[in-house]
């Protein structure tokens, strides 16, 4: 799958891209295999029903990979479905995880069939809130579920329904 917008390239990964993968996952795989079983993981749950979506995102004027967009059913969320966004620290503050999260929302909508998306942010991110508000995500209260360190966490729960993003976009 592969997307575009003004000033971004974004499409999923293959096994080939392992090394990309790694360039962004430091702590989370330890070697090019680590990565080429966790991209089999994720077709697999695709394949078992499962949404799991992961867009790398490059510019297109260097052709540099700066980051990745997702699109996941989260059994923490009771399998709602969650967008989430990072690009590297360089790249911040260029309206670039804005770019590609809507590039991902308008997928997620147009193409998968979701008429809600969830994102969940912690409460002392205000430039991941700033990119959820932006895309037209309401704040619906607080979610307590595990951070990336299986700790749990409070975090700031956020919806759109499509119905809504028809009007927004």
Do not use: C, P
């Given at each position: 799958m592969e997307l575009y917008t003004e000033r971004l390239f974004l499409r999923?990964?293959?096994?080939?891209?392992?090394?990309?993968?790694?360039?962004?996952?430091?702590?989370?795989?330890?070697?090019?295999?680590?990565?080429?079983?966790?991209?089999?993981?994720?077709?697999?749950?695709?394949?078992e029903g499962r949404l799991i979506v992961n867009i790398y995102i490059w510019l297109k004027d260097s052709d540099q990979c700066i980051g990745r967009v997702y699109i996941h059913s989260k059994p923490e969320l009771n399998l709602e479905v969650e967008i989430g966004y990072g690009i590297a620290e360089e790249y911040r503050n260029n309206g670039y995880a804005a770019e590609a999260a809507k590039a991902a929302v308008r997928y997620a909508f147009e193409e998968t069939g979701q008429n809600i998306l969830v994102a969940i942010v912690k409460p002392e991110n205000t430039a991941s809130r700033r990119v959820i508000e932006k895309l037209g995500f309401a704040n619906n209260g607080v979610r307590t579920v595990p951070d990336e360190n299986g700790k749990m966490c409070e975090f700031d729960y956020f919806q759109l329904h499509r119905e809504d993003w028809l009007t927004f976009a």
């Open positions: 999923t990964i293959t096994e080939e891209d392992a090394e990309i993968v790694r360039a962004f996952g430091k702590d989370e795989f330890a070697s090019d295999e680590d990565v080429r079983n966790w991209i089999r993981w994720v077709k697999a749950k695709n394949e």
